[in-house]
């Protein structure tokens, strides 16, 4: 289940069952529930704990909307014994558009960061959407990790490093910025607007529908 569900998102894990283990079925006071189909197939499952009546969600995964409510309507069903509910989430959830009163206390937590050790080789494992016309020249700096500063051709046909100089035709990034565009945290439109990317319009437009755009959605940390 939670493998369906977290290709929906950029930022997930593959886990193994030691990850599982060791990282997030950790707490002895935690309650598991999975809900099925009428094929008895896992559609999703909610692990949370009751304390101090608080309704704390630890983590929750679900294939589609309609089971995702249903896990709303569980919560629900336990508002007699709880005065709160605790429900971690991505940023752009639409829990506050779909109840009555969203009146309800948000907070954002910036808790984690993304870095690109191997620049050319995660570009080649990036699923960028081709087409014809898909092909750009990226020049990325990286202060920190100087092997990855350089111009990257990225095509449909092959993505690979070209040199380190800087030439006419290329979109300018820094490699942090890049990261939180691959990552879908930030749009081209966002850094063009804190002027954060640089180059002309037409590669800007193209690079922006090679990109996968999907919500970052970090479930997992250390």
Not at 26 to 51: F, M
């Amino acid at each position: 289940m939670y493998e369906t569900f977290i290709q929906a998102f950029n930022g997930g894990l593959k886990r193994d069952e030691k990850w599982w283990k060791q990282r997030v079925l950790t707490d002895d006071k935690a309650e598991v529930i999975l809900i099925k189909d009428e094929e008895e197939n896992p559609q999703a499952y909610l692990i949370y704990k009751l304390n101090n009546k608080r309704f704390e969600v630890i983590e929750m995964a679900y294939s589609s909307q309609a089971y995702k409510e249903s896990m709303y309507h569980f919560m629900m069903k336990h508002q007699a014994t709880i005065q709160e509910v605790s429900l971690p989430t991505y940023e752009n959830d639409l829990l506050s558009y779909i109840i009555n009163d969203p009146t309800f206390v948000q907070k954002k937590h910036p808790y984690f960061m993304a870095r690109i050790v191997h620049l050319e080789q995660f570009l080649k494992n990036y699923p960028f959407n081709y087409s014809k016309d898909s092909s750009i020249n990226l020049f990325v700096t990286d202060d920190f990790l100087e092997n990855n500063t350089g111009v990257y051709k990225i095509s449909a046909t092959e993505i690979f490093k070209i040199n380190n100089k800087k030439s006419d035709n290329y979109l300018a990034i820094h490699i942090g910025d890049l990261t939180a565009l691959l990552m879908g945290y930030k749009t081209v439109t966002d850094l063009l607007m804190l002027n954060k990317i640089r180059g002309k319009k037409e590669d800007l437009n193209k690079f922006e529908t090679m990109l996968t755009v999907q919500p970052t959605y970090l479930l997992d940390f250390f």
